[in-house]
């Protein structure tokens, strides 16, 4: 099975201030029809988990551009430009480019 | 809208098993598929398993194989989930989903089941 690695598991950061969280694949996340399913979740506290990020950059619809998604093949960053009090939770990567799926370890973000 | 309703919370004994449905609305089901999800008390999230919904097409992670089984029933526009001779490891929130782009864009509410003695 692909192992996701997530770093960091815990993220404490300044309001307003950036976050980074890495996700590191054991294996090349580019499927054979040349798209890379990489993708991102945030589960607040108490909620179902909700998709941010699929196909290591693209937006869902309703997701503030504060949240931006980078990488390629093994690397991939999901980056949050200004931590508001709402940002608050556990980061999850998901890939979806070989079976079976599989999440990384999440990453617990809190406010400093 | 995109709906996903999944059944009550179950309690279990060691040893029984468990079926969990996932009432779909909102868009065509015949063609979609379905991902089961887990998440244990404080735990990640725990892909289980996969369903074309038109081909009947499974897939399963190696941890459940032999104990997890998904089906549909097209006309009810249902999903569903039975695991297998459940132990304390298995208590979690159970999650269907609707795949999308080899990920997951819409999620039912969960459906939490407890197994105790």
Redesign the interface.
């Known amino acids: 099975?692909v192992v996701l690695t997530q770093s960091p598991l815990s993220l404490p950061v300044t309001l307003g201030q950036p976050a980074s969280i890495s996700c590191r694949s054991s294996q090349s996340l580019v499927?054979s029809d040349g798209?890379t399913?990489l993708?991102w979740?945030q589960?607040r506290p108490g909620q179902?988990?909700?998709?941010l990020i699929?196909?290591v950059s693209v937006r869902?619809s309703g997701v503030p551009d504060k949240f931006s998604g980078s990488g390629s093949g093994t690397d991939f960053t999901l980056k949050i430009s200004r931590v508001e009090a709402e940002d608050v939770g556990v980061y999850?990567c998901?890939q979806?480019?070989h079976?079976?799926?599989?999440?990384?370890?999440?990453t617990k973000v809190e406010i400093k | 809208q995109v709906q996903l309703v999944q059944s009550g919370a179950e309690v279990k004994k060691p040893g029984a098993s468990v079926k969990v449905s996932c009432k779909t609305s909102g868009f065509t089901f015949s063609t979609c598929a379905l991902v089961w999800v887990r998440q244990a008390p404080g735990q990640r999230l725990e892909w289980m398993g996969w369903i074309n919904v038109g081909s009947g097409d499974t897939k399963y992670s190696q941890k459940f194989q032999g104990r997890v089984t998904i089906t549909r029933d097209t006309p009810a526009s249902t999903g569903y989930m039975e695991l297998s001779s459940l132990t304390s490891e298995d208590t979690a929130v159970y999650y269907c989903a609707k795949d999308a782009w080899a990920s997951i864009d819409s999620w039912g509410q969960g459906t939490p089941v407890t197994v105790s003695s």
């Open positions: 099975d499927h798209n399913y993708n979740f589960q179902t988990p909700r998709r699929y196909k869902d999850y998901l979806g480019a079976w079976p799926w599989t999440f990384g370890q999440g």
